[in-house]
């Protein structure tokens, strides 16, 4: 064992001299599945990326560049179901706001709006939050993620807390450092289903409101009006508090006025 652990410990030391010899001058570049050269271009194109190589025949080969960022694209790989959406890769960037307002924008005056649903879709930015994601027609994730993010997170919710309220600590990072808005409905609404003894009234509240929030990017727009059948049950300052503590407390009330205003109102 002696012997090994020598012969280990000499390896490494030649591995970081050899590596100290090397210039630092490395970049690196994902390449992405593409599914659809022109769709791919003019995604791209739109916010300002420029298209520095392409080759459709024999195979598909492209190249973008934008300001630090490089992207490339080839044909998939054997076999990939890309209706999993799960090529992505990650931009590190100091403040991820006016990126977002960058590519919401572009969206909205090209398509009439930002969508957040189908391909391409762009993730909402909620105050706070340190990343978000751009989904490209081909199904690629582009992930803007804020360098100084928590490197630790409590996923599943604090072990210091039980029931709704660890729900809701769960939702907050899925939501917000995840992007997974289906996730954090789920946890939301899995807790709410199985109360517990001690589950606070205002935790209760807070959790309806955020799935009602969540709802449309979660794929449960559908549930909006039975979760908003509970809303005359609660208290007025618990209606208040748990409003308070959405992201956008103004989308909130204008899902819950489509609701009142629908066909069946």
Not at 78 to 106: I, K, M, Q, W
Request: net charge neutral; aromatic share 6%; hydrophobic share 35%.
């Amino acid at each position: 064992m002696g012997a090994q652990a020598s012969d280990r410990r000499s390896d490494s030391k030649d591995h970081a001299r050899n590596v100290g010899e090397v210039p630092p001058n490395e970049s690196m570049t994902p390449i992405l599945p593409c599914t659809d050269v022109e769709a791919t271009v003019a995604f791209y194109s739109q916010f300002g990326f420029t298209l520095v190589h392409r080759q459709d025949k024999p195979y598909v080969y492209l190249a973008f560049t934008w300001r630090g960022v490089s992207l490339h694209f080839g044909r998939p790989p054997a076999g990939a179901d890309l209706e999993r959406e799960d090529f992505a890769c990650l931009v590190a960037v100091d403040d991820v706001s006016p990126y977002h307002n960058h590519l919401a924008a572009t969206l909205k005056k090209r398509l009439g709006r930002v969508p957040s649903s189908g391909r391409p879709r762009i993730t909402r930015l909620r105050p706070g939050a340190s990343r978000f994601t751009l989904v490209d027609p081909n199904g690629n994730n582009i992930i803007f993620v804020r360098r100084d993010e928590p490197k630790s997170l409590e996923y599943g919710g604090s072990p210091q807390l039980t029931g709704v309220a660890k729900a809701l600590d769960n939702a907050r990072i899925l939501r917000d450092y995840r992007n997974d808005a289906h996730a954090a409905f789920r946890a939301l609404d899995s807790a709410l289903r199985r109360p517990k003894p001690g589950d606070r009234r205002v935790d209760q509240a807070t959790a309806l409101i955020w799935m009602i929030e969540l709802a449309p990017d979660s794929g449960a727009e559908d549930r909006i009006p039975e979760l908003a059948a509970t809303i005359p049950y609660l208290e007025p300052t618990e209606l208040a508090a748990a409003l308070a503590t959405a992201t956008d407390p103004h989308h909130v009330r204008r899902l819950l006025d489509g609701v009142k205003s629908g066909p069946n109102a």
